[in-house]
């Protein structure tokens, strides 16, 4: 079984509403005008996965700085100097869970961000998959700003920050 990763297009946006509703609980369903705009400002940071029966996993992400998170809903901030890849949104299919392919989606996200000159990613997990991050090298950090705070309280209440170096 054969995966192909590509960057995500704007023909890919009802799969990626599928699979989000298929992966996430109410609160953490984006609208499709909120993935319309993430894709039209960071095309090279969102990409999906195919498999023999279609779309089966996408990864929604863009380029920020360290320490800096958006609040559920909240728009993506483009930066002068980004040095962190910021990944908001990795959904796999349960169809496909333990294929690899989340943690590919992630390492692909990774190689682009390095060649774009980033040096770090940065996340909020959510839905107890810290452990997932985890593996694939994240750490929780501790954010001090008050505004950061709040805006990471937006998701939950066990939502947390990680970060990980990439270079």
Same mark, same amino acid.
């Given at each position: 079984?054969?995966?192909?990763?590509?960057?995500?297009?704007?023909?890919d &946006?009802a799969d990626?509403?599928?699979?989000q509703? @298929?992966?996430?609980? $109410?609160?953490?369903?984006e609208?499709?005008? #909120? *993935?319309?705009?993430?894709l039209?400002?960071?095309?090279?940071t969102?990409? &999906?996965?195919?498999?023999e029966?279609g779309?089966? @996993?996408?990864l929604v $992400?863009?380029?920020?700085?360290?320490?800096? #998170? *958006?609040p559920?809903?909240?728009?993506?901030?483009?930066?002068?100097?980004?040095?962190c890849l910021?990944v908001?949104?990795?959904?796999v299919?349960?169809?496909?869970?333990?294929?690899?392919?989340?943690?590919?989606?992630?390492?692909l996200?990774w190689?682009?961000?390095?060649?774009?000159?980033?040096?770090?990613?940065?996340l909020?997990s959510?839905?107890?998959?810290n452990?997932?991050?985890q593996?694939?090298?994240?750490?929780?950090?501790?954010l001090?700003?008050?505004?950061q705070?709040t805006?990471?309280?937006?998701?939950?209440?066990t939502?947390c920050?990680m970060?990980r170096?990439?270079v």
């Amino acid at each position: 079984m054969t995966i192909r990763y590509r960057p995500m297009s704007e023909h890919d &946006i009802a799969d990626v509403l599928l699979i989000q509703r @298929a992966q996430y609980e $109410g609160r953490f369903i984006e609208p499709e005008s #909120v *993935i319309r705009a993430r894709l039209a400002s960071f095309p090279d940071t969102c990409w &999906i996965a195919i498999d023999e029966e279609g779309a089966c @996993a996408y990864l929604v $992400g863009y380029h920020s700085v360290v320490g800096e #998170v *958006i609040p559920l809903g909240g728009d993506f901030v483009a930066h002068e100097n980004p040095d962190c890849l910021y990944v908001h949104d990795l959904a796999v299919l349960p169809r496909t869970v333990g294929r690899g392919i989340g943690r590919n989606l992630v390492r692909l996200a990774w190689k682009t961000s390095v060649d774009a000159g980033v040096r770090h990613s940065a996340l909020i997990s959510v839905q107890d998959s810290n452990l997932f991050w985890q593996r694939l090298g994240y750490e929780q950090k501790i954010l001090t700003d008050k505004v950061q705070q709040t805006y990471l309280a937006s998701y939950d209440e066990t939502a947390c920050y990680m970060t990980r170096p990439l270079v």
